[in-house]
């Protein structure tokens, strides 16, 4: 039996169906933030499935959680494959989940093949994919790849003031397992398997998508000082109210991001206004901006417009802009993407290839080794969203081409 053939679609969808459960909502969805309860009940479960098949596990210094399959060559360097395990706060069961199952999958269908492999072929789920919790997002495979230092990240601190440090201790107190130090060893090459996020396969009718690239991306955090009031004597003259000067601020911003073709995206996702109460004029308004666009140079000179209407709109409240990640468009290796493209036909599988408009760990671990993406659909392409769902047939599909790949990595 090939890889291929021991991919077994059951089982991946069981999995998928087990892990839902943990930090599942009402809706189906799930809220399983970085370094939560629910993260660590995931790690768990993951680690408690690869004791069944004896595959090794450890993870680095900032989480990252590394499962693997031994090779003949104990020094080769090992072909890896994953995503993450942390969600949205009203995320889907897909994101990122699919990676590592996917991955595991691979790892478990080359054992049932009994397919042996010259370089170890390891599954990882990386920490803090998402950065809705923790910012900034891709922070376990950023530090992994030397664009963040540990140090740093660390330090970092959720909307609710917990210091990452400490959530992550809590974390791997709760789902312990065999720590090396540091981060960052060498690795062969990298795929990594995800739900597209967008409409294109399931508009085009296509099984798998070949990913080409992925788009740059930039966040920021505007903060806006104003002065609180009473809300019935303060003058509209006298007042430096924090959200009027927002809501100019962000006006201003949609309407300088509003390109002819499309193509940009601008974000504003998350608003603190403070104090929040309802007959005290805002004293402080912080929000977020997550900006995207396939290249470099669009996003400086639209970092620049940013910048220039916080200085021309925040009057008389003093407002900065602070950019807190900056990750370059990527491009993915050739060698990869044809044997993404090969493995699919190999298969029978009708696939396209495309450009990734939503981030991955992949962006990171493009810049220390081979990197590729394996695109499935998901229904009508939606994403953080509860009602994100794809297909067991669809999910199977990736993943025979995955192991695939893997195994011809692995080989060469
Ligand atoms: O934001 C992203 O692109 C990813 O889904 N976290
Ligand atoms: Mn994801
Ligand atoms: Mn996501």
Same mark, same amino acid.
């Given at each position: 039996m090939s890889g291929a053939e021991s991919v077994n679609q059951q089982r991946l969808w069981q999995r998928h169906a087990d892990m839902a459960?943990?930090?599942?909502?009402?809706? =189906? =969805?799930? @809220?399983?933030?970085?370094?939560?309860p629910e993260d660590a009940a995931a790690r768990n479960q993951l680690m408690a499935w690869a004791k069944v098949r004896g595959f090794e596990v450890f993870t680095d210094a900032i989480g990252n959680l590394f499962v693997r399959r031994a090779g003949s060559d104990t020094a080769a360097a090992p072909v890896v494959s994953g995503s993450h395990m942390d969600s949205q706060p009203t995320g889907g069961r897909f994101d990122g989940m699919y990676g590592v199952l996917a991955a595991f999958e691979a790892l478990e269908a080359l054992e049932d093949a009994g397919v042996a492999t010259k370089r170890p072929v390891m599954a990882v789920a990386w920490t803090n994919e998402e950065g809705s919790r923790f910012q900034p997002g891709a922070m376990g495979s950023a530090v992994f790849a030397g664009h963040y230092k540990l140090d740093d990240m660390l330090q970092q601190k959720d909307?609710? =003031?917990?210091l990452l440090k400490d959530a992550l201790a809590e974390t791997l107190q709760t789902a312990p397992a065999p720590a090396r130090p540091g981060t960052g060893f060498a690795l062969d090459s990298y795929v990594e398997a995800h739900i597209e996020q967008g409409p294109r396969l399931e508009n085009e009718r296509k099984t798998i998508g070949v990913v080409t690239a992925i788009q740059g991306s930039r966040r920021y955090i505007v903060t806006i000082d104003g002065e609180e009031a009473h809300a019935g004597t303060t003058p509209r003259a006298a007042r430096k109210d924090a959200y009027a000067a927002a809501t100019r601020i962000a006006a201003a911003m949609y309407e300088a991001t509003t390109d002819a073709d499309d193509t940009l995206r601008f974000t504003i996702g998350r608003v603190e206004v403070a104090? =929040?109460?309802?007959n005290t004029v805002p004293g402080k308004v912080v929000f977020t901006i997550d900006m995207r666009h396939p290249r470099n140079d669009v996003l400086e000179a639209h970092e620049k417009t940013l910048e220039a209407i916080v200085a021309a709109k925040a009057a008389p409240c003093p407002a900065g802009i602070e950019r807190v990640t900056n990750v370059a468009p990527t491009d993915f290796d050739p060698k990869v993407i044809g044997l993404v493209r090969d493995k699919a036909q190999a298969l029978g599988l009708a696939n396209m290839d495309m450009p990734s408009g939503a981030g991955h760990d992949a962006m990171h671990i493009a810049r220390l080794c081979p990197t590729g993406m394996i695109f499935v659909p998901c229904e009508r392409g939606?994403?953080? @969203?509860?009602i994100e769902n794809a297909t067991p047939q669809d999910l199977a599909a990736g993943t025979r081409v995955l192991v695939e790949v893997l195994e011809a990595l692995a080989n060469r």
């Amino acid at each position: 039996m090939s890889g291929a053939e021991s991919v077994n679609q059951q089982r991946l969808w069981q999995r998928h169906a087990d892990m839902a459960k943990l930090g599942g909502t009402p809706k =189906g =969805g799930v @809220n399983r933030q970085a370094l939560s309860p629910e993260d660590a009940a995931a790690r768990n479960q993951l680690m408690a499935w690869a004791k069944v098949r004896g595959f090794e596990v450890f993870t680095d210094a900032i989480g990252n959680l590394f499962v693997r399959r031994a090779g003949s060559d104990t020094a080769a360097a090992p072909v890896v494959s994953g995503s993450h395990m942390d969600s949205q706060p009203t995320g889907g069961r897909f994101d990122g989940m699919y990676g590592v199952l996917a991955a595991f999958e691979a790892l478990e269908a080359l054992e049932d093949a009994g397919v042996a492999t010259k370089r170890p072929v390891m599954a990882v789920a990386w920490t803090n994919e998402e950065g809705s919790r923790f910012q900034p997002g891709a922070m376990g495979s950023a530090v992994f790849a030397g664009h963040y230092k540990l140090d740093d990240m660390l330090q970092q601190k959720d909307w609710k =003031g917990v210091l990452l440090k400490d959530a992550l201790a809590e974390t791997l107190q709760t789902a312990p397992a065999p720590a090396r130090p540091g981060t960052g060893f060498a690795l062969d090459s990298y795929v990594e398997a995800h739900i597209e996020q967008g409409p294109r396969l399931e508009n085009e009718r296509k099984t798998i998508g070949v990913v080409t690239a992925i788009q740059g991306s930039r966040r920021y955090i505007v903060t806006i000082d104003g002065e609180e009031a009473h809300a019935g004597t303060t003058p509209r003259a006298a007042r430096k109210d924090a959200y009027a000067a927002a809501t100019r601020i962000a006006a201003a911003m949609y309407e300088a991001t509003t390109d002819a073709d499309d193509t940009l995206r601008f974000t504003i996702g998350r608003v603190e206004v403070a104090p =929040g109460s309802p007959n005290t004029v805002p004293g402080k308004v912080v929000f977020t901006i997550d900006m995207r666009h396939p290249r470099n140079d669009v996003l400086e000179a639209h970092e620049k417009t940013l910048e220039a209407i916080v200085a021309a709109k925040a009057a008389p409240c003093p407002a900065g802009i602070e950019r807190v990640t900056n990750v370059a468009p990527t491009d993915f290796d050739p060698k990869v993407i044809g044997l993404v493209r090969d493995k699919a036909q190999a298969l029978g599988l009708a696939n396209m290839d495309m450009p990734s408009g939503a981030g991955h760990d992949a962006m990171h671990i493009a810049r220390l080794c081979p990197t590729g993406m394996i695109f499935v659909p998901c229904e009508r392409g939606i994403s953080h @969203n509860e009602i994100e769902n794809a297909t067991p047939q669809d999910l199977a599909a990736g993943t025979r081409v995955l192991v695939e790949v893997l195994e011809a990595l692995a080989n060469r």
